[in-house]
Nanobody, 124 residues
Framework: QVQPVESGGGLVQPGDSLRLSCTST????????MAWFRQAPGKEREFVAT????????VYGDSVKDRFTISRDNAKSTVFLQMNGLKPEDTAVYSC?????????????????WGQGTQVTVSS
């Protein structure tokens, strides 16, 4: 089973870009659909993006569409989230999640394996 570990969060200014990474040293990474979710203080967890094991089958949440890009490198057991045009409302803890197989899920309940999360703060 995958054991996601996120990195790349930080404090940036509005309009800046940031790339998050999620790596697993366990499991057959290339067999897992991976996803990013985020949760801001006092708010429910929000779906950000998901990608199938082959690197296609990509779906984005409405609030990040056209600004964020999800990708993966199975040789490095890593999934990325490129975030451009960051806004203060993007401030949240971003978590990486995985599920075995190809089925598309955009809710957290569909993913069995989760990382601890990385904080992204967008502020001037």
């Amino acid at each position: 089973q995958v054991q996601p570990v996120e990195s790349g969060g930080g404090l940036v200014q509005p309009g800046d870009s940031l790339r998050l990474s999620c790596t697993s040293t366990e499991g057959s990474f290339s067999a897992y659909r991976m996803a990013w979710f985020r949760q801001a203080p006092g708010k429910e967890r929000e779906f950000v993006a998901t990608i199938n094991p082959a690197g296609s089958g990509i779906v984005y949440g409405d609030s990040v569409k056209d600004r964020f890009t999800i990708s993966r490198d199975n040789a490095k057991s890593t999934v990325f989230l490129q975030m451009n045009g960051l806004k203060p409302e993007d401030t949240a803890v971003y978590s990486c999640a995985g599920r075995l197989g190809w089925t598309l899920y955009t809710t957290g309940a569909g993913y069995a394996y989760w990382g601890q999360g990385t904080q992204v703060t967008v502020s001037s």
